[in-house]
C-alpha cells in the first residue's frame, strides 16, 4: 500500500520525537549516575548535557546560569525546548494521533499513556529524588513500544518509515554523545586522575545502552579507543553508527523511488569512512561526528522532499 505523504511524514516525525525523547531520558539519567559516583573533589560540570543536546545557544537565551536544576529542567521537563523529554513525547503523540490506521492499537496506547505520564509530574524528572525513576518510565515505555512494533506490525511502507526515522535519530544521538563526551576524554589532560577513566568510558557506553554489548564483544580493561571502535563501527550493535546506516540503508531500499535518495545515503557512508579508526585524537573524531551530523541532516531533507513535498 503506498503511504500518504502526510501519513509518511508523521511516522517519520513520531519515531524520530520518541527515539529523541528515549535518548536524551537515558543519556541525562546516565549523566546523573556518573555524576553521582565520582568522589568529592572530582571536578564535574552538567553543562556537556546541553552540548550533547545541541542547545546550548537555546538554553543561553533564557537562562543566567547553568546549574544542575536548570540544565536538568530544560532537557526534561521544558515544553518550549522542543528536544526536552516532555515536549518529545507530546510531539510524537501529536504525530501519530492521525496515523492510528497503520499503528497496531496497543501502540497508540502505550505512546498516550506516556504522554499522560510525562505530562502529570514533569518535575519529577527533574528533583534528584524521583529523576531515575521517572527516566526509567521513559525509557521502558519506548522500549515497550518498541517490542508491540516489532512483534504485530506489518513489514510495510508504514513500518520502514518508521525504522527510517528512528535509525536517524538514534544515529544522530550516537554521533552527539561521540563528538561530545567521548572527544572530551580523548582530549584530556594527561595529569588527570587515571582512576577515573573507566568508570567516564563506562557513562560513554551506557549513554546508548552499550555497555554490556561491548564488555561481550571486547575482553579485558576498558579503553577509549575500544569505545569509539565498538559505537562507531560494531554493525552487529543497533545503536552503533555504522549499525544505523545498516538500518537507513535497509529502510531506503524498501520505500519507493530508491533512486532519489541513493546520492544521500552515499555520501552519508563516505562521512563514515572519514572516521578515523585509530581513535585517539579527540578533536578529529569531534570534527568526524560533525560531518556525519551534516550527512544525516541531508539524509533527512531528501526523504522530506522525496517523500512529503514531491506529493504536496
Same mark, same amino acid.
Given at each position: 500500500?503506498?503511504?500518504?505523504?502526510?501519513?509518511?511524514?508523521?511516522?517519520?516525525?513520531?519515531?524520530?520525537?520518541?527515539?529523541? @525523547?528515549? @535518548?536524551?531520558?537515558?543519556?541525562?539519567?546516565?549523566?546523573?549516575?556518573?555524576?553521582?559516583?565520582?568522589? @568529592?573533589?572530582?571536578?564535574?560540570?552538567?553543562?556537556?548535557?546541553?552540548?550533547?543536546?545541541?542547545?546550548?545557544?537555546?538554553?543561553?537565551?533564557?537562562?543566567?546560569?547553568?546549574?544542575?536544576?536548570?540544565?536538568?529542567?530544560?532537557?526534561?521537563?521544558?515544553?518550549?525546548?522542543?528536544?526536552?523529554?516532555?515536549?518529545?513525547?507530546?510531539?510524537?503523540?501529536?504525530?501519530?494521533?492521525?496515523?492510528?490506521?497503520?499503528?497496531?492499537?496497543? @501502540?497508540?496506547?502505550?505512546?498516550?499513556?506516556?504522554?499522560?505520564?510525562?505530562?502529570?509530574?514533569?518535575?519529577?524528572?527533574?528533583?534528584?529524588?524521583?529523576?531515575?525513576?521517572?527516566?526509567?518510565?521513559?525509557?521502558?515505555?519506548?522500549?515497550?513500544?518498541?517490542?508491540?512494533?516489532?512483534?504485530?506490525?506489518?513489514?510495510?511502507?508504514?513500518?520502514?518509515?518508521?525504522?527510517?526515522?528512528?535509525?536517524?535519530?538514534?544515529?544522530?544521538?550516537?554521533?552527539?554523545?561521540?563528538?561530545?563526551?567521548?572527544?572530551?576524554?580523548?582530549?584530556?589532560?594527561?595529569?588527570?586522575?587515571?582512576?577515573?577513566?573507566?568508570?567516564?568510558?563506562?557513562?560513554?557506553?551506557?549513554?546508548?545502552?552499550?555497555?554490556?554489548?561491548?564488555?561481550?564483544?571486547?575482553?579485558?580493561?576498558?579503553?577509549?579507543?575500544?569505545?569509539?571502535?565498538?559505537?562507531?563501527?560494531?554493525?552487529?550493535?543497533?545503536?552503533?553508527?555504522?549499525?544505523?546506516?545498516?538500518?537507513?540503508?535497509?529502510?531506503?531500499?524498501?520505500?519507493?523511488?530508491?533512486?532519489?535518495?541513493?546520492?544521500?545515503?552515499?555520501?552519508?557512508?563516505?562521512?563514515?569512512?572519514?572516521?578515523?579508526?585509530?581513535?585517539?585524537?579527540?578533536?578529529?573524531?569531534?570534527?568526524?561526528?560533525?560531518?556525519?551530523?551534516?550527512?544525516?541532516?541531508?539524509?533527512?531533507?531528501?526523504?522530506?522532499?522525496?517523500?512529503?513535498?514531491?506529493?504536496?
Amino acid at each position: 500500500m503506498m503511504l500518504l505523504s502526510r501519513v509518511a511524514d508523521q511516522l517519520l516525525w513520531g519515531a524520530r520525537y520518541l527515539e529523541r @525523547a528515549d @535518548a536524551t531520558a537515558r543519556v541525562v539519567r546516565n549523566f546523573t549516575e556518573v555524576i553521582l559516583d565520582l568522589p @568529592a573533589g572530582v571536578a564535574s560540570s552538567w553543562e556537556p548535557l546541553l552540548a550533547i543536546a545541541g542547545s546550548r545557544e537555546e538554553f543561553d537565551r533564557g537562562h543566567v546560569r547553568a546549574a544542575e536544576q536548570d540544565i536538568i529542567r530544560f532537557l526534561v521537563a521544558d515544553r518550549e525546548n522542543l528536544g526536552s523529554v516532555v515536549s518529545s513525547v507530546a510531539h510524537a503523540r501529536e504525530n501519530l494521533r492521525t496515523t492510528r490506521e497503520v499503528l497496531p492499537r496497543a @501502540a497508540w496506547q502505550t505512546v498516550n499513556d506516556l504522554y499522560l505520564f510525562t505530562g502529570r509530574e514533569p518535575e519529577a524528572g527533574v528533583d534528584r529524588r524521583s529523576r531515575i525513576r521517572f527516566l526509567n518510565h521513559v525509557t521502558e515505555a519506548v522500549q515497550q513500544l518498541d517490542g508491540v512494533l516489532d512483534g504485530s506490525m506489518l513489514r510495510d511502507e508504514a513500518y520502514e518509515m518508521w525504522r527510517l526515522g528512528q535509525s536517524l535519530e538514534r544515529a544522530d544521538m550516537t554521533t552527539r554523545v561521540l563528538g561530545v563526551r567521548a572527544a572530551a576524554l580523548l582530549d584530556a589532560p594527561e595529569d588527570r586522575d587515571l582512576d577515573y577513566d573507566d568508570v567516564q568510558w563506562m557513562g560513554v557506553l551506557r549513554a546508548v545502552t552499550g555497555l554490556q554489548m561491548f564488555q561481550r564483544s571486547t575482553r579485558g580493561p576498558i579503553h577509549g579507543a575500544d569505545v569509539v571502535r565498538f559505537l562507531v563501527f560494531e554493525e552487529q550493535f543497533p545503536r552503533s553508527v555504522k549499525g544505523c546506516l545498516a538500518r537507513i540503508r535497509v529502510a531506503l531500499s524498501r520505500l519507493p523511488r530508491e533512486e532519489r535518495t541513493v546520492p544521500a545515503a552515499e555520501a552519508l557512508e563516505a562521512a563514515l569512512a572519514t572516521v578515523p579508526v585509530t581513535a585517539d585524537d579527540g578533536a578529529a573524531l569531534d570534527a568526524a561526528m560533525d560531518r556525519l551530523q551534516i550527512a544525516l541532516a541531508h539524509v533527512s531533507d531528501m526523504v522530506h522532499a522525496t517523500f512529503v513535498a514531491a506529493a504536496e
